[in-house]
């Protein structure tokens, strides 16, 4: 059992060029924590790798997707008794330099989920016109959904305290689960925080997200929050009856 109160959750998928790499440098940010590599079912040294860096390594005998993988990390981390977790991803995107301060604003504890965004303040980071107006599309599904804006929705650079550990533990979203998490954490009544963060682009391979995955996820998505939105409204209208 580790003394430190925060664990650091990475799920991988044969990201053996990066990982070892990210792991030092969140060492390197904030030597109070513990990382945990999820290894999603990968098929190239990512283990090894994050082994041999310093994390423990649980690794899937098959690819679940973020959302299982997180939803593993989250379970060892209640087991463990961790106050936070945090995800990063393996691609080197997140900057663990970010970490100690979305730590700092996790433990202020005026919210339960700190979300390190692209978004909330001009940061160098550049993303292409078609994503931009992606984001602000979802920004604006998400709004309907829990009432309040998200500029960055799919930004998987996040702090949870114990009672969204608790909460992902039973039940976290499968696939590109980012967007649906934050509906899940509102008709649950906790709080959610943007903090500005920088990010980069991937250091190494190349993403799983393909075109026909990106029209799927946006379907998905707006599908779900749509039925959020509809459970609300229902909601509502049988309150006042």
Known sequence: MSNHQVLVIIPAYNEEKTVGQVIHSIFAASSDVDVLVVSDGSRD??????????????TLADNLGIGGAMQTGYRYAV??????AVQIDADGQHDPADLPRLLAEARKQDAN???GSRYVAKTGYQSSRSRRIGMIVLSGFVQLAVGYPVKDTTSGYRVADRRVIQLFREYYPLDYPEVEALVLLHRHHIKVREVPV??????AGQSSITMLKSVYYMFKVTLAIGLEVLRKQTTRRDGSL
Do not use: C, F, L, N
Not at 45 to 58: F, L
Not at 79 to 84: C, E, I, P
Not at 198 to 203: K, L, N
């Open 45 to 58: 040294r990512t283990e090894s790798e994050a082994r041999k860096a310093g994390a423990a390594v649980i």
């Open 79 to 84: 087991k463990q008794g961790y106050d936070y």
């Open 113 to 115: 989920m700190i979300i």
């Open 198 to 203: 920088e990010m980069h682009a991937r250091q």
